[in-house]
């Protein structure tokens, strides 16, 4: 499971209710799970502010999971991104989406303090993402998710494949430099980016393990990770090294204590949840005695 915050360069409004529960709805892919969505327009359209909702999606490798399951998951991940200071003074709605083939939990919440009908910010990347990444560990631990932490999980290609088609093309891409490099064609990272600026394909970026790549009907690059785009691909000797330091972290993860790490994430997260929990509560005496 991983859990990500959109983006609302509008800042959001009732917009992102219509998205949430689109045609989807009729098609029996997406589902109110707990609010109510007459409440939570009403509260979005009252609001002056540009930066109105805050959105974002606990998504899994699952098809589905237990509704009991959903409940605690939700109600957790609550705690931990507006504590126990906040019950009570928030507005939020849970959307279920199974279109794509796994379960999405989406949440829509307006930045509005119920109470003092005050402007707050539930998610605050700088500070808040460090508790919210403690949070998705101890749950994937708790429930025996999937972790994008988990080195067998690693993907090639990072970003975004909301650009389906042109997506196919880096795809592709990555599949034929693959293929170029098993029949040593290429024999090294260097003669990689030689082949692909020699094709008109820009290399706009390099990193010690990563390379961003453009193609040219593509108006922004995509990260390509591992293996042969690594800058210690020097020969093949040191791409099999680069496997099997691949393959040792994947078995040291599979084999690390599950009990301890699951003990130390839930101290870890208990101290951010306390300390955020510390600070809304002064914010709400501020508030009051105003």
């Known amino acids: 499971m991983i859990c990500k915050f959109f983006k609302t360069q509008k800042g959001g409004g009732v917009s992102s209710v219509d998205y949430m529960l689109n045609e989807r709805v009729n098609q029996g892919t997406a589902r109110i799970l707990k609010g109510d969505e007459f409440l939570t327009r009403e509260l979005i359209k009252s609001m002056s502010q540009k930066h109105?909702?805050?959105?974002?999606?606990?998504?899994?490798?699952?098809?589905?999971?237990?509704?009991?399951?959903?409940?605690?998951?939700?109600?957790?991940?609550?705690?931990?991104?507006?504590?126990?200071?906040?019950?009570?003074?928030?507005?939020?709605?849970?959307?279920?989406?199974t279109d794509k083939g796994r379960l999405e939990l989406n949440f829509i919440i307006p930045k509005m303090d119920l109470e003092s009908k005050k402007s707050f910010n539930p998610y605050y990347h700088p500070i808040d993402n460090k508790r919210i990444d403690f949070w998705r560990d101890f749950v994937n631990l708790c429930y025996?998710?999937?972790?994008?932490?988990?080195?067998?999980?690693?993907?090639?290609?990072?970003?975004?494949?909301?650009?389906?088609?042109?997506?196919?093309?880096?795809?592709?891409?990555?599949?034929?430099?693959?293929?170029?490099?098993?029949?040593?064609?290429?024999?090294?990272?260097?003669?990689?980016?030689?082949?692909?600026?020699?094709?008109?394909?820009?290399?706009?970026?390099?990193?010690?393990?990563?390379?961003?790549?453009?193609?040219?009907?593509?108006?922004?690059?995509?990260?390509?990770?591992?293996?042969?785009?690594?800058?210690?691909?020097?020969?093949?000797?040191?791409?099999?090294?680069?496997?099997?330091?691949?393959?040792?972290?994947?078995r040291e993860y599979q084999q690390r204590d599950i009990k301890a790490e699951l003990e130390r994430t839930k101290r870890e997260l208990d101290k951010f949840i306390q300390s955020k929990d510390e600070y809304y509560r002064e914010t709400i005496r501020k508030f009051n005695e105003r």
């Open 144 to 250: 025996g998710f999937t972790n994008p932490k988990d080195p067998s999980k690693e993907q090639t290609l990072q970003g975004s494949k909301k650009e389906k088609e042109l997506f196919k093309d880096y795809e592709a891409l990555d599949k034929i430099l693959h293929k170029q490099v098993a029949n040593k064609i290429i024999n090294s990272r260097d003669e990689l980016i030689y082949l692909l600026e020699q094709n008109n394909i820009e290399v706009t970026r390099k990193g010690s393990d990563y390379l961003s790549i453009k193609l040219p009907e593509s108006k922004k690059a995509k990260r390509f990770k591992g293996g042969i785009y690594n800058e210690q691909f020097r020969s093949f000797e040191k791409l099999r090294d680069l496997r099997t330091e691949k393959e040792s972290r994947a």
């Open 52 to 97: 109105k909702t805050c959105v974002g999606v606990l998504s899994f490798e699952e098809k589905n999971i237990d509704e009991n399951t959903k409940k605690e998951i939700m109600q957790s991940f609550e705690n931990a991104l507006l504590t126990p200071a906040m019950q009570g003074r928030y507005n939020i709605l849970w959307i279920e989406h």
